[in-house]
Every structure is written in structure tokens, then in C-alpha cells.
């Protein structure tokens, strides 16, 4: 039986350790760091914190400090113990992220120009650095600071696209800092080992829901939540990821591309149009099985004490996919949920289906399965080996089936 890595953290459990930098520039968006420095250091990430003088007058340091529980510099020398500190940060490090990125630090750091403490760390730095712009709309434009985040990224910064909206100064477009989380998502990415990178994944996720009238439809208890732990482990892990998910509470991971979708045959053919070039198939989503034979155009109204509904079978786009891998070769991972005959059915699956690797997942208890945040899975491989897994978060057990993913495209599975 294949080792279990249990060292292995999903999500925000493998920035566990790392250190990171947030430098503060003086935006009015600096209170959304705030979010940012919490949301690091609830994931077990050694966070320090650089500020502007500007900065400083949009929060104060003790806002930092108290969150980050470490000393903000704000001043190269009004401050004891960081004579130093502008060289060894930024060497030190795993990552510098500049939010917000006002165009003023944005010139700065393009043009090497020193002149306080966050600005001259980031020039001595060896860690990675990752710029979050944040400004006007007619300021980002401007083609003095585009023609600035276009040498960045020729000299490997990472800019993060800013989001569009309301701006604080009462206008409309692009300037917003990205939200927290979506920086914390990118961040996540640039210090996780990049072992797919070059890769096409599809990931499908959720469940499809099918028409009885315009008001009732049929539908199954699928959250989404492993489906979409997939898709974001595989794009932290370098990848580039397709999600095509049925209707969820979730939101899309980011920097994926994603297709949302209701019915069986609308998932069918998002995969489809999509399946070209793809070195991974993992068939998350939960698919109905079947259909109503006729949708009603209009509400079926109270009358009868019964009522009949003739359903039909809808496409199994895993046989499918099974079918197609016998031309175009690719890894192709299926899930089974089960209630009972857990390993039967599943290998069952596995052959019919022509699969690489299926996930036998029992649904049956209150800490695993559909609405639950951990699972607890057998892998079942083509060769007839089991490897049971224990219980781990569904981000945990998304790693670890794209570990195992990635060993069939290097031949090291039968």
C-alpha cells in the first residue's frame, strides 16, 4: 500500500512557517490590509509588517502590531534595533507583498530609488515580491504607470491586476486592491512548490440540478467544497485549471477558469469544449443520473393526490471521458460516493469507466461526505491496490489525489 504523506497541508495549511513581509503604502485602501495581516497569521505565517510615513496616516502601526504581534517599521532611523532590518527582511523571507501598491511606490521600486525603510528592503530583497497596484482609474491607465508594472513583470515581479468598481473617489473602473483573500490565494501560489506547472487540469465540481417546472427541479446534496479544493490546490501547485461546476455557495478559486453550469448536459458540454490539450480529468461534481423525460413550461399546480414524473438517463460523461482517453491519452480520476458496498462499487467504476484512479468516498457519516470540510477516502488504483486514507481536510485530501495524479502522467502507476 502507497504511504500516506501526513505532512502534507492543503490550502492555507502549507503556508504554515513561511515568512512573510507586507509592505504598507499610503492608499486608502491600507485598512484593507489589515484583513490581510489576520488572515496570514491565522494561517501559522510569520508576518511582519512595513510601512510608509504616508501609510501611517491612514492606520496606525499599533493596528499592525497588535495583529501581526510583531514590530512595524515605519522610519529607517527613528526606530532601535533596525539599523539592519532594510537588508536582512527582505533576505529573510519567503515573500514581500506591496499592498496597497500606490503608483508613487510603483515608480519608486521601478526606478530603484531608496528613500525609506520599505523601499530600500525591497531593493536589497532576495525573497520573491508580489505588487497589489491600488489607485484612480485614470491614474492606473496612465501610461507612465503601466509602462512601470511592465518592467516589473519583465523583472519577475508578480503584479496582481487590481480589481474594477466604486473607488473611493467616487468613480468607477479599474484601481481597487484585490480583496484579501484573493491575495492571500495568489501569495499561497508563489510559495508553494510549482510541480505541475505546465499543466492542463478540468476539474468538475458541485451538483447539476434538473428541471421538473420553471420553480422545482431535482438536484443532490453536493457542496462543491472537494471539487473546488482540487481546483485551487492544482492552481497553487502551477497548473492551469478549468472548473466547470454545477450551482454552489462557493466561490471560484483564483486564476481559475471557470463555467458554471446547471443541468447534466450543460456540464457535458462545458467538458467538452474544454477537454482539448488536457493532461487531467478529475470528475468531481456529482451529476444526476437521471432527468424528467419533459419539463413543465409552466408551475404544476396542486390538484391530484399523486403525481407521476417519468425520468430518463442523462449522458455519463465519465464513460465518456473513458472512451476518449483510449485516443487521446490522459490521466482521468473519477470520485465514488457510496453508502453502502463502498469498495465493490467503487472498483466496479473504476473498470467499467476505464479510469486511472478512483476516490471511494462513504457518504453515510456526519464528518465526511457532501456539506462536511474533512473526508475520509480510500484511492483505488487501476492495479487493484487500496490506499485508505484517514481523516483529512478536503484540502489535505485534494494534494494528495493530485500527488497521486501526477505519478500516472510520470509512469510511475500500472
Same mark, same amino acid.
Given at each position: 500500500?502507497?504511504?500516506?504523506?501526513?505532512?502534507?497541508?492543503?490550502?492555507?495549511?502549507?503556508?504554515?512557517?513561511?515568512?512573510?513581509?507586507?509592505?504598507?503604502?499610503?492608499?486608502?485602501?491600507?485598512?484593507?490590509?489589515?484583513?490581510?495581516?489576520?488572515?496570514?497569521?491565522?494561517?501559522?505565517?510569520?508576518?511582519?509588517?512595513?510601512?510608509?510615513?504616508?501609510?501611517?496616516? !491612514?492606520? %496606525?502601526?499599533?493596528?499592525?502590531? $497588535?495583529?501581526?504581534?510583531?514590530? #512595524?517599521?515605519?522610519? /529607517?532611523?527613528? =526606530?532601535?534595533?533596525?539599523?539592519?532590518?532594510?537588508?536582512?527582511?527582505?533576505?529573510?523571507?519567503?515573500?514581500?507583498?506591496?499592498?496597497?501598491?500606490?503608483?508613487?511606490?510603483?515608480?519608486?521600486?521601478?526606478?530603484?530609488?531608496?528613500?525609506? !525603510?520599505? %523601499?530600500?528592503?525591497?531593493?536589497? $530583497?532576495?525573497?520573491?515580491?508580489? #505588487?497589489?497596484?491600488? /489607485?484612480?482609474? =485614470?491614474?492606473?491607465?496612465?501610461?507612465?504607470?503601466?509602462?512601470?508594472?511592465?518592467?516589473?513583470?519583465?523583472?519577475?515581479?508578480?503584479?496582481?491586476?487590481?480589481?474594477?468598481?466604486?473607488?473611493?473617489?467616487?468613480?468607477?473602473?479599474?484601481?481597487?486592491?484585490?480583496?484579501?483573500?484573493?491575495?492571500?490565494?495568489?501569495?499561497?501560489?508563489?510559495?508553494?512548490?510549482?510541480?505541475?506547472?505546465?499543466?492542463?487540469?478540468?476539474?468538475?465540481?458541485?451538483?447539476?440540478?434538473?428541471?421538473?417546472?420553471?420553480?422545482?427541479h431535482i438536484t443532490n446534496r453536493s457542496s462543491g467544497k472537494m471539487g473546488y479544493a482540487l481546483a485551487r490546490a492544482a492552481k497553487q501547485r502551477g497548473a492551469s485549471v478549468i472548473l466547470v461546476s454545477g450551482p454552489t455557495s462557493l466561490k471560484p478559486p483564483f486564476g481559475v477558469d471557470f463555467y458554471g453550469v446547471r443541468t447534466a448536459e450543460e456540464m457535458r458540454k462545458a467538458v467538452f469544449e474544454n477537454r482539448s490539450g488536457c493532461d487531467m480529468f478529475i470528475k468531481a461534481a456529482a451529476v444526476s443520473d437521471y432527468r424528467p423525460r419533459q419539463s413543465a413550461k409552466q408551475k404544476i399546480k396542486k390538484g391530484k393526490d399523486t403525481v407521476s414524473l417519468e425520468l430518463v438517463r442523462t449522458h455519463d460523461i465519465l464513460a465518456e471521458l473513458g472512451d476518449a482517453k483510449k485516443k487521446s491519452p490522459c490521466v482521468l480520476v473519477g470520485f465514488a460516493a457510496e453508502t453502502e458496498h463502498l469498495l465493490a462499487n467503487a472498483k466496479e467504476k473504476l473498470r467499467s469507466k476505464n479510469l486511472d484512479m478512483i476516490v471511494a468516498n462513504d457518504v453515510s457519516g456526519d464528518d465526511a461526505g457532501f456539506e462536511a470540510d474533512t473526508n475520509r477516502v480510500k484511492l483505488i488504483y487501476g492495479d487493484g491496490q487500496v490506499e485508505d486514507l484517514p481523516l483529512m481536510t478536503k484540502d489535505q485530501v485534494a494534494h494528495l489525489i493530485l500527488k497521486r495524479a501526477k505519478h500516472f502522467l510520470e509512469g510511475g502507476m500500472s
Open positions: 500500500m502507497r504511504g500516506i504523506d501526513h505532512g502534507l497541508r492543503g490550502g492555507r495549511e502549507k503556508m504554515k512557517g513561511k515568512k512573510v513581509i507586507v509592505g504598507v503604502s499610503g492608499g486608502i485602501a491600507a485598512y484593507k490590509v489589515a484583513e490581510l495581516v489576520r488572515l496570514f497569521v491565522k494561517a501559522d505565517v510569520h508576518t511582519r509588517v512595513a510601512m510608509t510615513s504616508n501609510a501611517t496616516r !491612514f492606520v %496606525s502601526p499599533l493596528t499592525f502590531e $497588535a495583529l501581526s504581534g510583531n514590530k #512595524v517599521v515605519s522610519n /529607517m532611523f527613528d =526606530q532601535a534595533g533596525t539599523v539592519m532590518d532594510h537588508i536582512s527582511w527582505g533576505q529573510e523571507s519567503d515573500l514581500i507583498i506591496i499592498a496597497p501598491a500606490t503608483a508613487n511606490f510603483i515608480a519608486k521600486l521601478t526606478h530603484g530609488i531608496g528613500d525609506d !525603510f520599505l %523601499s530600500t528592503m525591497v531593493l536589497a $530583497a532576495t525573497a520573491r515580491v508580489l #505588487v497589489c497596484p491600488s /489607485m484612480n482609474s =485614470q491614474m492606473f491607465a496612465n501610461p507612465s504607470v503601466q509602462d512601470n508594472l511592465r518592467l516589473l513583470r519583465e523583472r519577475a515581479i508578480t503584479v496582481m491586476e487590481p480589481g474594477e468598481g466604486s473607488l473611493a473617489c467616487n468613480t468607477e473602473g479599474p484601481g481597487r486592491l484585490r480583496e484579501p483573500e484573493e491575495i492571500m490565494e495568489l501569495a499561497s501560489i508563489l510559495m508553494s512548490p510549482q510541480d505541475l506547472s505546465g499543466l492542463k487540469v478540468l476539474v468538475t465540481a458541485g451538483p447539476t440540478i434538473e428541471p421538473i417546472d420553471p420553480v422545482r
